[in-house]
Structures are given as structure tokens and as C-alpha cells.
């Protein structure tokens, strides 16, 4: 049994990824030393930040005798392409990417790996539960997916091909919770660097091919403050978001068909937010279903647009004074 756990300590590889995060980052990376699981190889990259982080790194790396190997990147080069970095140096079974902002729960690891390694089939991804923390550490939700719960068939978080539900509910997958597995990721090519909301197509792209776990429990705490990705969504969200499902287009009819409702009520949202590049999938929508509703919908939406930009003001105020 002794001989058998230390080659399961082998089974992860941890990197925590960091990035202006020193108000956060020693909870969270005590957070990865305090799993009851040993995490068999353990980096930090730093993509540069330009705080001091990678100083208050080095002195919690000596005080606690060198757990992990630091990476600093000269200059920052996005969370995809970090991620992508930090995939690069895994060799273990499962892959664990980390951002130095959320906590671990203690048993995180140690539950998940065992979950996996029992399952009688080879998903891509562990998905679980996590809560809300704010700046401060208060936890502020108790459950992410329990409201979410109420999506699906019986209140049952979905699991293996959720590729449908994925493209239904947007990325519902609690990111913070989840454990990759290594050789899925690198089938895959790794992540999508064009993108601004990648583990959402990777989500997609691993529950199409190989299928997606789930384990009800709270696995970790994410952390929402001004500064998490998930708050920042504007045009290069946006930008990124609308080039995610048209790749998934011409599989097959029923999702041909929740593709373009989804793209269309998307697009009606990130009107509302002012990106307005994307009411043209409205009018896709409208012409497939021949919905005469929609698409005086699609012509209010652009009208409103009109009168919304700078050039047309200017023009307007031109004609009003000659």
C-alpha cells in the first residue's frame, strides 16, 4: 500500500498561475500545499506581473523549502497562453492549472483522483461544485451550481457527452472545481489562444470527444472581485465569444439548430452590453426560422444602432444646422 500511494503522488502536476495577484496568491498557494494529497510536481508561473507578486513568491517559496519551481515570463502573454505554457511542462496523468486569486479545499485532489481513477470509463474533465468568496475571503455563495441545477433533467448536474447542454446554458461549468486529464488536452492541441473564454471550447471540444464527469461536491473557492476574468466582459469577451460555437456548426442538425438559437440570443445580450458586431446572426436566425417577429427584432436592433453612432449624430446635427 505505501509503494502504491507514492506512485499515485505522481498522478498530478499543479501550476499555479499568477498574474498581479499578490493580495491573494500566499492563501492559494498554501492552499496547494495543505491538500491531503501530495501534488506530485508543483510550478508557479508568473506572467509578468507587474505588482509584487514574483518577490512575495521567492520569500514563500523560501519560507516553505522550495515546494514548487518558478517560471517568470518576461512579459505577460495572456492567461491562454500561460496555461498552454503550464500544459507543456505536465507529464502526470492529470493536469491542474491554478490561479493564484482561488482556494483549494483541503481534499480537492485527493477526492477527485480516487473519483476518476474509479469510474469504469475515461472522461476529459472532473467537474464539482465551489463556492463565492469576495476580496476579503467572505464566502458570499454557498453552491455555484445549485441554482443551476434546476437546468437540467431531475435537477442532476449532467456528465458525460453534455456537449448539448454546453452549448444551451454557456460555459455552466464551475472552472475552479474541475481536473483535467493530460493526454485529452494534449489530443486536443491544448487550448485555443484566440480565444478570450477557452476552457469553454475546450469544454466542448472534450465532451464531444471523450465526455465530462461530474462529482457533487465543493471542491474550491472562487474568488469574484473587479479584477476575475469572468467579471470582465467587454468587446474582447465578446470578440472571442462569437467565434467559439460557429466552429461546432454542420455536426449535426439538432445542434446546428442550438447553435444558431443560442448565437442569436446571445447576440441580442451583447447588444444590450453595446458590441453590436453580432446582430447579424439575429437576422440568421430569423431567415432559418422564418420568424417574422425576430427579425423586425434584428431591424429595431440595427435602427437603434444607427442613432447610437457617433458618425450618424454628427451627421444628423449637420443636416439639422444647414
Not at 8 to 31: G, H, I, M, P
Not at 73 to 87: D, F, S, V
Not at 143 to 165: A, K
Amino acid at each position: 500500500m505505501v509503494q502504491k500511494h507514492r506512485e499515485d503522488q505522481k498522478l498530478v502536476t499543479v501550476v499555479a498561475l499568477c498574474y498581479n495577484q499578490a493580495q491573494y496568491l500566499r492563501e492559494s498557494l498554501d492552499s496547494i500545499i495543505n491538500q491531503t494529497y501530495p501534488v506530485g510536481r508543483f510550478f508557479i508561473i508568473d506572467d509578468g506581473s507587474t505588482d509584487h507578486s514574483v518577490t512575495l513568491i521567492r520569500q514563500w517559496l523560501d519560507e516553505h523549502g522550495h515546494p514548487a519551481e518558478l517560471i517568470v515570463h518576461e512579459k505577460n502573454m495572456g492567461i491562454t497562453r500561460t496555461i498552454n505554457h503550464a500544459l507543456s511542462l505536465c507529464n502526470t496523468r492529470y493536469f491542474h492549472p491554478w490561479p493564484c486569486d482561488d482556494i483549494m479545499l483541503p481534499h480537492k485532489i485527493a477526492d477527485q483522483v480516487a473519483y476518476l481513477e474509479g469510474l469504469n470509463w475515461e472522461p476529459g474533465f472532473l467537474y464539482g461544485d465551489c463556492q463565492w468568496i469576495d476580496e476579503h475571503g467572505e464566502i458570499f455563495r454557498e453552491s455555484v451550481i445549485r441554482d443551476r441545477e434546476q437546468w437540467f433533467p431531475e435537477r442532476q448536474m449532467p456528465s458525460g457527452n453534455i456537449f448539448p447542454y454546453l452549448v444551451q446554458h454557456g460555459c455552466f461549468i464551475p472552472t475552479a472545481s474541475g481536473l483535467y486529464v493530460t493526454k485529452v488536452l494534449n489530443e486536443l492541441g491544448g487550448f485555443d489562444e484566440k480565444l478570450f473564454a477557452e476552457d469553454w471550447d475546450m469544454f466542448m471540444r472534450i465532451a464531444l470527444r471523450y465526455g465530462i464527469a461530474f462529482k457533487k461536491q465543493v471542491f474550491s473557492q472562487y474568488r469574484r472581485h473587479r479584477e476575475s476574468a469572468e467579471m470582465k466582459k467587454g468587446r474582447h469577451y465578446w470578440d472571442g465569444h462569437f467565434k467559439i460555437l460557429p466552429r461546432f456548426l454542420k455536426l449535426s442538425k439538432e445542434y446546428d439548430d442550438l447553435i444558431y438559437r443560442k448565437m442569436c440570443e446571445d447576440a441580442i445580450v451583447a447588444h444590450g452590453q453595446g458590441y453590436r458586431k453580432a446582430t447579424g446572426w439575429i437576422r440568421k436566425q430569423a431567415c432559418r426560422k422564418r420568424d417574422l417577429k425576430l427579425l423586425l427584432t434584428y431591424f429595431r436592433l440595427l435602427v437603434n444602432s444607427l442613432h447610437n453612432d457617433e458618425w450618424f449624430r454628427k451627421e444628423r446635427q449637420w443636416r439639422i444646422l444647414n
